[in-house]
C-alpha cells in the first residue's frame, strides 16, 4: 500500500506560478513512477506529468511542456510540480498518482491516489 497527500494548491493569478507537493509513503513507495493529473469541473481526470522512480523519466502532456515541470526528492519521497505561466484553463483539482513500472498517461493504469488539491487561476 502506497499513501499520497498533496498540498500546495491554492488562488493565483494569471502568469502566476504555484507548487504542488505530494508526500508518499508506505512499503516501496519510493520505486514507483509517479504522476499528476488533473480534473476540472465537468470534466474528465487529465494526464499532466509524470516521471519514473528514479527521475531518469519524464513525460508531459502537450499543454503542459514548457509550463510545467515535474520533480522529485526520492530521500523525502516527495514529488512536485511546478506551475509557471499559469492559465484560467489550469483550474483543476491536481492529483498525485503512482504506479508500479513505466510511464503512462492513463489513469486507469495507477493503482494509488491522493485526496487532490485545489488550483484556481483567476484571469
Known amino acids: 500500500q502506497v499513501q499520497l497527500v498533496e498540498s500546495g494548491g491554492g488562488l493565483v493569478q494569471t502568469g502566476g506560478s504555484l507548487r504542488l507537493s505530494c508526500i508518499a509513503s508506505?512499503?516501496?513507495?519510493?520505486?514507483?513512477?509517479m504522476a499528476w493529473f488533473r480534473q476540472a469541473p465537468g470534466e474528465g481526470r487529465r494526464f499532466v506529468a509524470a516521471?519514473?522512480?528514479?527521475?531518469?523519466?519524464?513525460y508531459y502532456a502537450d499543454n503542459q511542456k514548457g509550463r510545467f515541470t515535474v520533480a522529485r526528492d526520492v530521500a523525502k519521497n516527495t514529488l512536485y510540480l511546478q506551475m509557471d505561466s499559469l492559465r484560467p484553463e489550469d483550474t483543476a483539482v491536481y492529483y498525485c498518482?503512482?504506479?508500479?513500472?513505466?510511464?503512462?498517461?492513463?489513469?486507469?493504469?495507477?493503482?494509488?491516489w491522493g485526496q487532490g488539491t485545489q488550483v484556481t487561476v483567476s484571469s
Open positions: 498518482a503512482a504506479k508500479r513500472g513505466g510511464l503512462s498517461i492513463f489513469f486507469r493504469d495507477y493503482d494509488y
Open positions: 508506505g512499503r516501496d513507495a519510493s520505486s514507483y513512477t
Open positions: 516521471l519514473t522512480w528514479d527521475a531518469s523519466g519524464s
